[in-house]
């Protein structure tokens, strides 16, 4: 390690207690520390931008999930991309570009015993840029990848449905099934989003869930129409007229239900989320339609990305090409400010203000 | 059409009206007509006994399921067991017994042309009872094969749960299961079905949904105690260590929810049924622990057994095999008086006071 690095100062950020709801300031804290030193066969990474993503919320949690709780003063947990500093060991070399779990902070230091659980990795910006890599290249592109293919697996020809359209997985999700060759119809918040994923990315239509009940027609504007106005009922029987093979969602909630009762016979339901849920106070709202697949003999499946931890290279592989020929657009919303902008940018997600991938920023 | 036929009265069961909650007298209406005339190529089949069934409910409502509502007037729909009288038709003898969809009456006459879709077929009472054609090899049996052989996909060693344990299809599923190598555990309501599914039926432990809060132990029996005992989770925590790999759910409700938050890795939630909500007047209860498929990767598929029609003589002989040979018994509660019977008789189904497969007898 150099005398330079031993200087370097390495702002943070943790949790600071379990939230109820929403995320607030109180959750988090700001913490400052010397960088610290990898030791033998350790690596220390300089953040260049995070991945803030809607599963943050459930790390926070105390409780059994698919991943340990963010513990109580612990850095808060963060894929991220950076570039290496100082190296003591053989794979990584100064100014390399990385891929990990960097956490909230602006230098992860790791020690060799430590690199394999943190899942550090190179990443090559000949395949895709750096916030690419967090966005397509990524956990959220592996997470659409495997969750369409494995478990939706979509046919020539069928309908699939994504909620979260113009999210990072949400992006991927339906471009790529439209690669596939099925008919795509994606639900998102608001007509600017649904117009990029029809006009930028292809979608053949996309659902506005806060769309307002349409103009004219007496019983629509009247009070009693507009209680009964559901734009995810209507933008479902007009889009999908023979019923939804594969849905993707990361949402739950009314929409989950809104679906369920479309479903084509046979389909496959892959769960990958529910935001609309993670900040509860009460129970979960479970899916009151979920009858609908005894009656279409359908099936509802969750999916955790790490368990294809194995066929990652192969899936980059498959969508840098889509990247490279401009079949496959990859949207990201970067927030600046660095860590210290860590707990607004996160609420974005819940409150549906970001557009696209959401990255933090941390240097240049 | 022999001068003595022509002469016999049919008493039936019509549908009067849609029920709202559990069926009431006034929804069905008693009618009495001579027997018909089957005509060309078709059977007169005398009813001897009905199969009673959670699904009937279903059949009572209106809207798109997987199969048309019955319509008002129309005779009750039921499966049954019956003899043939009457045959114009040489694939029918006299005097041979069948089964299929007799409907709720006395006399179930059909046309050479209604012959297929009536489903009648003849059956072999060297392979089992009357009864048993009802059960084990019936729809029961037939849904327990193939939603846990082919949608629960059952692993020597691994832990099966049914609910409805001493009902129609939950018997089947457990024995099966024990026969396939795995561990069974039952669901079932008072100590009596449960003694009865683990002594007579083998399986390794029931658990009474309606158990009082264990004596002794101060906190335990306090009120506040018992507001929180879940016979259930309790069950669940000691007979399943290791978390459930397949959960064959017949009642939906707080018991399905149960089961999801103890999901082992990879399980698999077949969906026959949900009899608990069945008579809801307001909404399904939606299971909120659904998003347990996702952390434990697990999927929820529904089942009809209709679909598998083409393979039911394989079942047939594999189940008939097993109750020749001793290792798959079946229990049949046989209610008397005929089809003026059936309102009453039905409804032992909702109050869980049926014991084994609920059978309607109609004639000796």
Partial sequence: MTASLTSLVNHQVRLASRPVGR?????WQFTTEPVAEPGAGGV???T??????????GWMNEGKSYIAP???GEVMRAGGVGVVVASHNPAFAVAEHVTGGLGVQEYFSVAGDQLARSGLARIDLRLGTLTQWLNVLGMPGMTAYFGLMDVGQPQPGQTVVVSGAAGAVGQTVGQLARIKGCRVVGIAGGPAKCDWVVRELGFDACIDYKAPP???GGSAASPQGSAHWDPVKAGLREHCPHGVDVYFDNVGGDILDAVLARLARGARVVICGAISQYNNTTAVQGP???LSLLVNRARMQGIVVFDYAERYPQAIAELAGYVKDGRMKSREDVV???????????????SGENFGKLVLQVAD
Avoid: C, H, W
């Fill in 48 to 57: 260049l931008a995070l991945s803030l993503d809607p599963a943050m919320r």
């Fill in 336 to 350: 600046r400010g660095g860590v210290a902008a860590f707990p607004g940018a996160l609420n974005k997600l819940f």
């Fill in 214 to 216: 349409p103009q004219g």
């Fill in 70 to 72: 963010v513990g109580i």
């Fill in 23 to 27: 995320p607030t300031a109180e959750n």
């Fill in 288 to 290: 009151k339609n979920y």
């Fill in 44 to 46: 220390l990474v300089k």
